[in-house]
């Protein structure tokens, strides 16, 4: 080890052990968040419990920024070096809980930016927590970056709980469309002559998904669900509605696939005689982009903490998130680390209960050290800054 590394060497070990001491403040705040789970922006408990301890340890937090609730920013600062931002995420799924572990994502970052800032009299810089709502849908970071949050950030990190650890992560662009078909109610026996059904359009419509998935491409998804599908067997359903995802690896794909779907909803509604309506989310997610320098550095730190992950296979098991949107705007890292086994899916009950478990929230520890160290090594060497920038800037 050199003389220039020693300081940075002595850093990590001083934040592994701050992070050990944040650890029973830490669980205990992701528990609370795991048995009362809150779906997008509706997350005030979550954010006055991340809020309150970023608070006791120093940081000037403003809740309700980019005219949103449950969004948050917590700073602090010492001269001038880079700005790094960890993403905190504490949205709940609907109906299901934590059964995507945003309740680890939460601590992991509170913690990391924590033992972070306390070597800020060391190596000066900007140390920024900030709290993104509605990543189960509802896009909390798009409005972040609206907002102007990432304008002055170099570098945004995160981790993600998963079935497997790897630094490098793909997420696929995506786009969430509400339909609503209109038809008219009638006697289903005595006059159904009379009546237009709603529900016979969402079937045809539903097959055309189906039919559409025959030709497609590679790592492009289309999925959905009935909502509302009719109140009685003995009326003629008069109206439906629903959801439907439309995801792809870029977002030029996307939008085609998107136009697809319109159409065969559309072409449901004429052959049917209802009428359709179909509304979009405000701004789609984007696909995710991984940037080399700061996974290489993340890679690094997990080893030193006794740490292997395995090789990444591109695109394999992709969902979606609108950090893809951050990683567009500055350079970011998005790693996973195991909470369960291979056979574990996500978004399930038994992937709700691995986010609870020990080895859950000793993930949460390994990630909120992590993701320190790599901040660790933006600080002490700025130069790495400006290669992840010349990385996040090419083509």
Not at 24 to 49: F, T
Not at 132 to 150: H, N, S, Y
Not at 265 to 275: E, H, I, N, R, V
Request: net charge negative; glycine share 10%.
């Amino acid at each position: 080890m050199s003389v220039a590394q020693a300081p940075v060497s002595q850093l990590k070990d001083g934040i592994s052990t701050r992070i050990d001491a944040l650890r029973p403040e830490l669980e205990r705040i992701g528990r609370d968040i795991h048995a009362n789970p809150e779906i997008g922006y509706e997350e005030r408990q979550a954010v006055g419990w991340l809020t309150a301890l970023l608070r006791e340890h120093g940081f000037e937090v403003e809740v309700g920024v980019a005219n949103t609730p449950t969004a948050f920013v917590a700073t602090r600062r010492n001269g001038t070096g880079p700005s790094i931002a960890f993403l905190s995420e504490y949205d709940a799924l609907r109906g299901l809980g934590h059964g995507c572990g945003h309740n680890l994502i939460a601590t992991a970052s509170v913690g990391a930016g924590i033992a972070l800032a306390d070597a800020l009299d060391r190596f000066p810089g900007r140390i920024q927590v900030i709290g993104t709502p509605a990543e189960e849908g509802g896009g909390g970071k798009i409005r972040l970056i609206r907002g102007g949050l990432f304008q002055e950030v170099d570098a945004a990190m995160m981790f993600h709980p998963d079935t497997r650890t790897q630094v490098l992560h793909w997420a696929l662009a995506v786009t969430h469309m509400h339909f609503e078909f209109i038809g008219r109610a009638a006697h289903a026996s005595g006059d159904p002559e009379k009546g237009i059904n709603a529900l016979d359009a969402f079937v045809l419509a539903y097959n055309g998904i189906s039919m559409l998935r025959q030709h497609i491409k590679e790592g492009a998804r289309l999925h959905g669900f009935l909502k509302e599908g009719g109140t009685a067997p003995n009326i003629v359903p008069e109206r439906t509605s629903g959801e439907f995802l439309v995801r792809a690896r870029d977002e030029a794909y996307m939008q085609e696939l998107v136009q697809k779907v319109k159409n065969i909803f559309q072409a449901a509604a004429l052959a049917t005689g209802c009428s359709v309506k179909l509304t979009f989310d405000e701004d789609p997610y984007s696909d995710l982009r991984n940037n080399s320098v700061l996974a290489a550095l993340f890679e690094d730190n997990l080893r030193r903490l006794g740490i292997d992950p395995v090789e990444p296979v591109p695109w394999e098991n992709a969902g979606s998130t609108d950090m893809g949107n951050v990683t567009h705007v500055v350079p970011g890292l998005h790693p996973t680390l195991a909470i369960a086994p291979a056979d574990v899916p996500g978004h399930s009950q038994a992937f709700l209960e691995a986010s609870g478990s020990l080895r859950g929230y000793q993930a949460m520890v390994d990630a909120a050290k992590a993701l320190a160290m790599t901040g660790a090594d933006l600080l002490a060497d700025p130069s790495l800054v400006e290669k992840a920038k010349a990385e996040f800037r090419r083509p």
